[in-house]
């Protein structure tokens, strides 16, 4: 057996890379919370611990609601408040509401939480602000997570984290169930869009900062608000491909890869946790005490509270069939480690916990553990000295400055995936036909959590926003562009309208993809584009006109049969409210595209392959093909990196490496690159992935000019789940990788 180096659990690390020094912790965080908390713990009843533990959504409570307005009945929010003692309310009760009905109805929650019950215990709001602050009108709404994580710039994140707590807490709500950390290894799931794509480095890196964007240090703070790490986990890996079904997801590849993320948002110091709805190995997550508490808490050092996914708890019993009845799924769920139930429309967890909790069959110490959990939070964000929103706030919603660095998120998320011969740019007195169904319409561009849930009510879309058509029309005038509506998503329309079209022109623009969808209704059987667009655009290719193919999608659907008949291709995954603005943009050269692909692009509409997949999945015999590589992204110029270097050869613990390497802009465009680290395991005791990202970094190259960039390794970079189940380093050989070129760095054998 090799010597092993086995990372030394006291100092340097836990089992999956969180040092205890390193990770906040909010127990201890403030002293004075603590025994705020312990004294109103004191006061209260069973029935008002086990109020503080239920959730009930928004629409449950309206009395009448229209035009982004909604009004509660007083009696409804005394029953549940007064009478149930609840302590959330989550949702948006079905669409988009203004800021001032938002701030209207939170204060009408907490007059009736703070004056009419006993212990005045204020209201927690939670609200799905996913990419921006998507159910309040008028706020920015920015690219999709997976849009976010192909910019590869993370400073870009933080703004956009920021600009979204800011105007979540401006309309008075102070939780936000984000950032999603699951990872995007199983193309076909409708929750991809979601994510910040399929590697855990780029997941931690930008959910962490996330996170900490979002909280602050402060989250008394006007500007800040609670989030919630989700949906943990595993969730992300349906077998089927189709949302909320069985994930296979063997231990040693869960801590490789899905924990990961979940660890780094520990260490960032979210408050929250949101469960995954579905099951891992035949257990669902919302009834194990193994990942909920074991290891959440025990190894991870998890220290906010657990909020069940939509009606999750009940589900145990109605749909995965491991409870009995109601009531088993309950005591199964909260024994297990959630503390909040988001139940969401009935008392039924309420009166059945209470009951448990009287028949003996809960400890009263699992309530206390769980409510103590969330009074903190409530705490922290200073709830209880200031429950009502401040109107003062509401400037902050719609900044034109927060519109310029959603516009910038858009422009530098896409990715330009083939140009050959040089298409693009296209010259801005070119002849354009546009057409494809997802040319001229907005809901497509941010897809859902987009003022509904769905994101697919197009007349709800801000009009002043321009459609990708109408951002071509407006950068080229109006004369230089033709559209025709040639197919939808499913149907043909009028595809012989269109290769006619091209007949006047200089450049067709085909923009395909998908429509908005969230959730278990954007289930697909099929991961292949759909058959209208694909024959759309094959006909255009008998034209001979030099065709640009613009992606609108939130996942990477199969275009195999297509990618020769067109000259350039680009992807704007789902780019937000200044989506169309920015592919425009990049379309005529007034922005060097510079995403790079947070997935890799399936050729095939089956057997996925990640990029950091196995040797035996990259040989003669089984080569690994995708269309695209993940982190593939072309630029407008030409980028060559040179003299990479590594400052020493080998590597004991306890040492780092410091890795440099020269980006040349050989070109006479302006460039923005994020240069990647891989780091290759040559040997291992596991089967070794062929390469893992390690490192990014996103640099601005001016035309002719040269960059160095400097990356650090750790000894706990080397570090891989061992056959064991923990992280481990071995001695051997590692190779250090930026683009074209590698070092190799060596882990001496273990000193006897
Ligand atoms: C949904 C989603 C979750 C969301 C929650 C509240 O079912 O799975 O991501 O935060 O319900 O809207």
Known sequence: MRALWLLCVAGSMSVLGCSSAEKASPKKADALIEAKVRQLMAKMTLEEKVGQMTQITLESFAKSGQDGYLVLDPEKLRDGIVNHHIGSILNCGGQARTPENWQEMIAQMQDVATKQTRLGI???????????????????????????????????????????????????????????????????????????????????????????????????????????????????????????????????????????????????????????????????????????????????????????????IENLHTREKVAKDRREAVRMAVLAGVDMSMVP??????????????????????????????????????????PYPNKNLLGNVGLETSRKVNLQAAQEAITLLKNEPKTLPLAKSARVLVTGPTANLLSVLNSG??????????????????????????????????????????EEKDIAGAVAAAQNVDAIVACIGEPAYCETPGNIDDLTMSEPQLKLVEELATTGKPIVLVLVEGRPRVIRTIVDDVQAILTAYCPGMEGGQAVADVLFGDVNPSGRLPYTYPRFAAGFTTYDHKPSEETRENPFHPQWPFGHGLSYTSLVYRALQADRSELRPGQTVAVTVEVINTGDIAAKETVQLYLSDLVASVTPAVRQLKRFEKVDVPAGQTRTVRFELGWDDLAFIGRDNVPVVEPGQFKISVGELSVLLTVPEFAK
């Open 122 to 312: 204020p209201i927690l709001y939670g609200i799905d602000s996913i990419h921006g602050t998507n159910y309040v009108l008028g706020a920015t709404i920015f690219p999709q997570n997976i849009a976010m994580a192909a910019t590869g710039n993370v400073g870009l994140m933080e703004k956009a984290a920021e600009i979204t707590a800011m105007e979540t807490r401006a309309v008075g709500i102070p939780w936000n169930f984000n950032p999603v950390l699951d990872l995007a290894r199983q193309p076909m799931w409708p929750r991809v869009f979601e994510t910040f794509g399929e590697d855990a480095y780029i997941a931690s890196v930008m959910g962490a900062a996330y996170i900490r964007a979002q909280q602050g240090d402060d989250l008394t703070r006007s500007d800040k608000v609670a989030t919630c790490m989700k949906h943990y986990l595993g969730y992300s890996m349906p077998r089927s491909g189709r949302d909320r079904t069985p994930a296979y997801i063997p231990d040693r590849e869960l801590r490789e890869h899905y924990v990961k993320p979940f660890a780094a948002a520990v260490r960032a110091g979210t408050v929250t946790c949101m469960v995954n709805s579905s099951e891992i190995n035949g257990v669902p997550v919302h009834s194990s005490e193994f990942y909920l508490t074991d290891l959440l808490r025990g190894e991870l050092g998890f220290e906010g509270f657990v909020v069940s996914d939509w009606a999750d």
């Open 345 to 386: 429309y009935d008392y039924s967890f309420y009166d059945t916990l209470v009951e448990l909790v009287r028949d003996g069959e809960v400890p009263m110490s699992r309530i206390d553990q769980a409510v103590a959990d969330i009074l903190r939070v409530k705490f922290r964000l200073g709830l209880f000295d200031k």
């Open 449 to 490: 959590w987009t003022l509904t849930w769905q994101g697919d009510n197009e007349a709800l879309y801000p009009q002043e926003k321009y459609t990708i058509l109408e951002a071509i029309r407006a950068k080229i005038g109006e004369d230089n562009v033709t559209y025709v509506n040639s197919v939808t998503f499913d």
